[in-house]
């Protein structure tokens, strides 16, 4: 995105307290439901459901039993020291620091993380900040294939309903190129 663009996305912040909360619930819900929610074998792949469905999964990548919980460590060991406990990113993070670089930004929904489609995502967290522009190191050597998966699994399951079916249905056209 060009720098300009990204700036603005970064400014438009939507930290909603009802919205959080929405999403906790909704993350703790999908915690406790996912073993019910995996098919396996169905629906692999970033594919969005078809128009119209009710969404049969409460994120997009096909989460095997304990996926959610395997996203949910590695993210506490190796993520929540930037990106916070939670997912909520760093206070200011819509200022550039003392340093000149983006502070982590949130990753529970509230920031503009959704606006990424899911190969974007991977490829963050594979080679981290653009040369210069933060300092998100580059996990590519750390994880697995699977384990950033699951991390994103796990972030996703965080964000409010209507944000993953935004998110879902751009990560379609993206995929569909
Ligand atoms: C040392 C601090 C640090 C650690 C550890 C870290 N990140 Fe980041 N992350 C950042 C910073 C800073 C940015 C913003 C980088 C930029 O603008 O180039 C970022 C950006 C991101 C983004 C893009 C978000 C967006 O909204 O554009 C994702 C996704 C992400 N990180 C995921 C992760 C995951 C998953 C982990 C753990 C495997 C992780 N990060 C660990 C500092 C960190």
């Known amino acids: 995105?060009?720098?300009k663009a990204r700036r603005a996305v970064?400014?438009?912040?939507?930290g909603h307290a009802a919205v959080r909360a929405l999403g906790l619930m909704l993350g703790l819900a999908v915690l406790g439901g996912c073993d019910s929610d995996a098919v396996p074998g169905a629906d692999a792949g970033a594919g969005a459901p078809a128009a119209g469905a009710a969404p049969a999964r409460a994120w997009t990548i096909p989460a095997a039993p304990g996926t959610i919980a395997r996203?949910?460590?590695?993210?506490?060991?190796?993520c929540a020291r930037c990106h916070g406990e939670r997912g909520?990113?760093?206070?200011r993070w819509t200022q550039r620091g003392p340093d000149g670089r983006w502070p982590p930004p949130p990753l529970d929904?509230?920031?503009?993380?959704?606006h990424h489609d899911l190969a974007t995502l991977k490829r963050v967290i594979r080679e981290g900040s653009p040369a210069g522009q933060g300092n998100m190191p580059a996990w590519g050597d750390k994880l697995t294939e699977e384990e950033i998966e699951a991390v994103i699994a796990w972030f996703q399951s965080r964000w409010p309903a209507p944000i993953r079916e935004t998110w879902l249905e751009m990560n379609a056209r993206a995929t569909r190129g």
């Open 1 to 3: 995105m060009p720098g």
């Open 10 to 14: 970064r400014r438009g912040r939507h």
């Open 71 to 78: 996203g949910a460590r590695l993210y506490a060991e190796h």
């Open 88 to 91: 909520e990113g760093a206070p």
């Open 109 to 114: 929904g509230s920031g503009h993380t959704w």
